[in-house]
């Protein structure tokens, strides 16, 4: 039987990549292990929180929502009602 012996690689643009990226990998898996950690302790302090103290710490962005529609034109109940008679300065009209 033969014996095989593996020589260290020689020093090339293929290790000096394999070993850069070992150390970004190894960055960027400590990274997560810490977001975990961080991500444990938050559940940890929320669990005992009340109701309302969860919501604010987990409250989604907070964003005005799209309003669509003819709210914002003046005079909107003159033009919407054609069935009806047509009064001036009309805002609402009520049967």
């Known amino acids: 039987m033969q014996k095989i012996t593996v020589k260290?690689?020689?020093k090339n643009s293929k290790t000096a990549?394999?070993?850069?990226?070992?150390?970004?990998m190894a960055k960027r898996k400590a990274d997560a292990e810490l977001a975990v950690k961080i991500d444990r302790?938050?559940?940890?302090?929320?669990t005992g929180?009340?109701?309302r103290t969860q919501k604010a710490i987990?409250?989604?962005s907070v964003k005005?929502?799209?309003?669509?529609?003819?709210?914002?034109i003046p005079d909107v109940a003159m033009y919407q009602a054609g069935h009806r008679k047509v009064r001036k300065n009309a805002t609402h009209?009520?049967?």
Do not use: M
Not at 41 to 46: N, P, T, V
């Open 41 to 46: 302790a938050f559940k940890k302090l929320s």
């Open 49 to 51: 929180c009340s109701e």
């Open 17 to 24: 990549r394999f070993k850069a990226r070992g150390e970004l």
């Open 8 to 10: 260290p690689a020689s």
């Open 64 to 72: 005005e929502p799209e309003t669509t529609g003819s709210i914002c």
């Open 93 to 95: 009209i009520t049967r």
């Open 58 to 60: 987990n409250l989604p």
